[in-house]
């Protein structure tokens, strides 16, 4: 009697999720369809719905075709793989150090990107496109690494590693900011940095951005279920066969890679690691694999939308994107704040 009791309400479960997961599509299809209807064909560019759609359709040397092609269309694509990269670090954070509050920035990663960049900003080492990309990235890796080394202890709390975290981000974007004051970098170059732009977008940047997210893509689906066992703590991943230090420094790797390309097209995006993945169980669950997917689509649309609406809300003045992120993920981190124990 109680297995039939237990078998039925695992039944209504599943169909709960899989009425969440039917409505949750219908609106990502609607939401992602709507910012790229607005990334492509709105905004300052005085020009009829129907030349829009001819320069999009006919690649040439006109002035709407190249709008569209140099400089919306990157847009587009930086925000989409920014999101999915953070999207995807975030659940990697959450997983390897079983932190709820686990995030990139939030853990200082992206501040670590932005300290090394910071020397190019400023014009002390003069760099190429993918010389940058390298740059943030080694840094985002040395704050990664010693994330791994710190959350090898037990003892460490999520609410321990969060305040790390904190103290990390804040002290390389001190330093950032102390590099970039020796240069001659504008105000709103820094902002962009600080607080998260895209406008600056280039096809070089999404290449190079694009390569790395969909190695680190195919990586976290390969490790998917091993670092899943890392949840179970205690002794027990140790008696599946899995070195959990081990496992947790080849995930700060993958998240210092991811973190250096988001950081690399559009700056710091605030709190979409940390919204992602929480939404993404809330819809299919605890499967590794979906969750990878579900948690880099999640982590795409919300940044794709949030930068259609930061460009558009106050047109023709641009919002930071990071505002409007860190607007719905802070409640969130509160929330979640309060809840554990």
Request: hydrophobic share 50%; net charge positive; aromatic share 8%.
């Amino acid at each position: 009697m109680q297995l039939r009791h237990w078998q039925t309400t695992l039944q209504e479960s599943n169909n709960l999720k899989k009425k969440y997961y039917f409505k949750f599509l219908i609106l990502g299809i609607f939401l992602t369809s709507t910012s790229l209807f607005a990334g492509l064909f709105l905004g300052n560019l005085d020009a009829p719905l129907p030349e829009l759609f001819k320069g999009l359709v006919n690649k040439d040397d006109g002035i709407v075709s190249t709008i569209i092609w140099q400089v919306r269309i990157p847009r587009l694509l930086s925000a989409v793989i920014s999101g999915s990269a953070l999207g995807l670090a975030g659940l990697l954070i959450q997983t390897s150090t079983k932190s709820p509050l686990g995030d990139p920035n939030l853990f200082g990663i992206g501040g670590g990107a932005v300290f090394l960049m910071s020397f190019a900003i400023a014009g002390i080492i003069p760099t190429s496109n993918l010389s940058l990309f390298l740059l943030s990235c080694s840094g985002a890796l040395i704050i990664g690494i010693i994330f791994a080394f710190t959350t090898s202890k037990e003892s460490l709390t999520p609410i321990k590693l969060a305040l790390v975290g904190i103290a990390l981000g804040a002290l390389s974007l001190s330093l950032s900011a102390g590099v970039i004051s020796y240069g001659n970098v504008f105000p709103s170059q820094v902002l962009a940095i600080i607080t998260g732009s895209f406008s600056a977008s280039t096809w070089d940047s999404v290449q190079i951005a694009s390569v790395a997210f969909i190695v680190c893509l195919f990586s976290a689906l390969m490790l998917s279920n091993t670092l899943n066992v890392l949840l179970l703590g205690g002794n027990i991943p140790k008696t599946l066969s899995v070195n959990p230090n081990r496992m947790r420094f080849i995930a700060m790797l993958l998240v210092g890679i991811l973190t250096a390309a988001s950081v690399h097209l559009g700056g710091l995006v605030g709190f979409v690691g940390l919204v992602a993945p929480h939404i993404a169980r809330k819809i299919i669950g605890n499967n590794p694999l979906q969750l990878v997917l579900m948690s880099s689509f999640i982590g795409a649309y919300f940044v794709l939308t949030a930068d259609q609406l930061a460009r558009l809300l106050f047109s023709p003045v641009e919002l930071p994107v990071g505002l409007l992120t860190t607007f719905i993920g802070a409640p969130m981190m509160i929330y979640i704040g309060v809840k554990l124990k």
